[in-house]
């Protein structure tokens, strides 16, 4: 069992920066695992934001390219949305997940319905 932890949401004006993480914990997780970044607005489709697998090649949204940037740091096992430029639409609960299989190697054709496992969520509230 995988547990996941989001945390570095807030409110902040547009224009601004925020970086989250998602620390990952669990005997059945290891860095061979690609991770993931989605969002839910109100009333809204949970929504694909980036990805990145365990050799570190990376997929985002076109909405985010550019602006959004995912890593990872597997010594602690953690993964991270920094994001830059941020606007109103951007305001969502953002989620962080983990591929529900190893060793996928690239992450262009990554969705949801490949990752089994799922934080609880950090709020990002972007004002105009």
């Known amino acids: 069992q995988v547990q996941l932890v989001e945390s570095g949401g807030g409110l902040v004006q547009a224009g601004a920066s925020l970086r989250l993480s998602c620390a990952v914990s669990?005997?059945?997780?290891?860095?061979?695992?690609?991770m993931g970044w989605f969002r839910q607005a109100p009333g809204k489709e949970r929504e694909f934001v980036a990805a990145?697998?365990?050799?570190?090649?990376?997929s985002y949204a076109d909405s985010v390219k550019g602006r959004f940037t995912i890593s990872r740091d597997n010594t602690k096992n953690m993964v991270y949305l920094q994001m830059n430029s941020l606007k109103p639409e951007d305001t969502a609960v953002y989620y962080c997940?983990?591929?529900?299989?190893?060793?996928?190697?690239?992450?262009?054709?990554?969705?949801?319905?490949?990752?089994?496992?799922w934080g609880q969520g950090t709020q990002v509230t972007v004002s105009s």
């Open positions: 990145i697998a365990y050799t570190s090649s990376t």
């Open positions: 997940a983990v591929d529900s299989i190893p060793w996928r190697r690239i992450v262009d054709d990554i969705g949801r319905a490949d990752f089994g496992s």
């Open positions: 669990g005997r059945t997780f290891s860095s061979t695992y690609a």
